[in-house]
């Protein structure tokens, strides 16, 4: 059974740094995207930004230039380095891939 698993949130002051792991378990990413979303209290999950089986990547606007998503094939591990955040990063991350979703993990930037 695949399973996916996020790692590395924390609470980091603004303009800090954090990377985010995510891990596939019982399969591989192969060739397809591979997803992250992120969750803040009272609002409803939103797109970060994806990685294709190429390693082709896309974000949003709000990480555009902050964010920079890369993977390891041969560790199954795909990240999400977040640089320069701010107070409105806080939130719960998920990644995503096929029909499976990782549990998540919380991200809290202090002002």
């Known amino acids: 059974q695949v399973q996916l698993a996020e790692s590395g949130g924390g609470l980091v002051q603004a303009g800090g740094s954090l990377r985010l792991s995510c891990i596939i378990s019982g399969g591989t990413f192969g060739a397809y995207p591979v997803w992250w979303y992120r969750q803040a209290p009272g609002q409803q999950r939103e797109l970060v930004g994806?990685?294709?089986?190429?390693?082709?990547?896309n974000y949003a606007d709000s990480v555009k230039g902050r964010f920079t998503i890369s993977r390891e094939v041969s560790r199954n591990m795909v990240y999400l380095q977040m640089d320069r955040l701010k107070p409105g990063d806080t939130a719960v991350y998920y990644c995503h891939h096929g029909a499976e979703w990782g549990p998540g993990t919380q991200v809290t930037v202090s002002s």
């Open positions: 994806s990685i294709t089986g190429y390693g082709d990547t």
